[in-house]
Structure formats: structure tokens, C-alpha cells
């Protein structure tokens, strides 16, 4: 029912910034969760970081904790990600998500998210 629409990647040097972000469109924005994920080639996509769309909690993956954050802009319905510190193993594509969620918000499995951006590919030159 949410649509996703990603933007902001690039190519940045080691070291360096980017934000990605994510706007959703639709008439249920606030039941939903927000993530990002990344998928390397042959790999199960990855829950990077998550917030309630209703709240501020939020998720962290040890592999991006203190490097990544997560906001939202509510009134515009988008989700940010701000990456800092990149390594070249953040070279990867990057897809933002939404998940309805009742009592329990955070779910790492992807297949409990409903929808999907298109994927931003985010490059990191060492």
C-alpha cells in the first residue's frame, strides 16, 4: 500500500558521508515501520537500521552502530540515513522498507517487510 522512493546514492571516498533518503507515499504512513537494509551479491538482505514510525525508538546493527543514523521527517513522510565513516565494505545497494507492524515493530528478517524502494547503490573507493 506504501510506495518507497530512494535517492542519494553515490560515490564517496573512504571516510566520507552520504544521506540516503526515502520518501513514502500512500494514506497508512503512520502504520508502518521504516528500515534500511543492504544485499551483497548471493547474500540475504541485511536489516542495517530501523525506527517506529510513531516513536523514536530505533535499531541498530552492530556493523553500523556509531557510523549510521536514522531519522524521519514526518511531516514529509521520508526517512533519512545518515552514513558516516564510510568503509568499502559499504559498497552495496542499499533499499530502504516499511513494515505494518501491531505490538511488535522491529522484525531483522526481511521477509517480515512490506515494501520495498527500488535500491540505491552506494559506492565506497578505498
Known amino acids: 500500500q506504501v510506495q518507497l522512493v530512494e535517492s542519494g546514492g553515490g560515490l564517496v571516498q573512504a571516510g566520507g558521508s552520504l544521506r540516503l533518503s526515502c520518501a513514502a507515499s500512500g494514506r497508512t504512513f503512520s502504520m508502518y515501520a521504516m528500515g534500511w537494509f543492504r544485499q551483497a551479491p548471493g547474500k540475504e538482505r541485511e536489516l542495517l537500521v530501523a525506527?517506529?514510525?510513531?516513536?523514536?525508538?530505533?535499531y541498530y546493527a552492530d556493523s553500523v552502530k556509531g557510523r549510521f543514523t536514522i531519522s524521519r521527517e514526518n511531516a514529509a513522510n521520508t526517512v533519512y540515513l545518515q552514513m558516516n565513516s564510510l568503509k568499502p565494505e559499504d559498497t552495496t545497494v542499499y533499499y530502504c522498507?516499511?513494515?505494518?507492524?501491531?505490538?511488535?515493530?522491529?522484525?531483522?528478517?526481511?521477509?517480515?517487510?512490506?515494501?520495498w524502494g527500488q535500491g540505491t547503490l552506494v559506492t565506497v573507493s578505498s
Open positions: 525506527i517506529n514510525w510513531n516513536g523514536g525508538s530505533a
Open positions: 522498507a516499511a513494515r505494518k507492524y501491531g505490538s511488535s515493530w522491529l522484525d531483522t528478517n526481511p521477509n517480515a517487510w512490506d515494501a
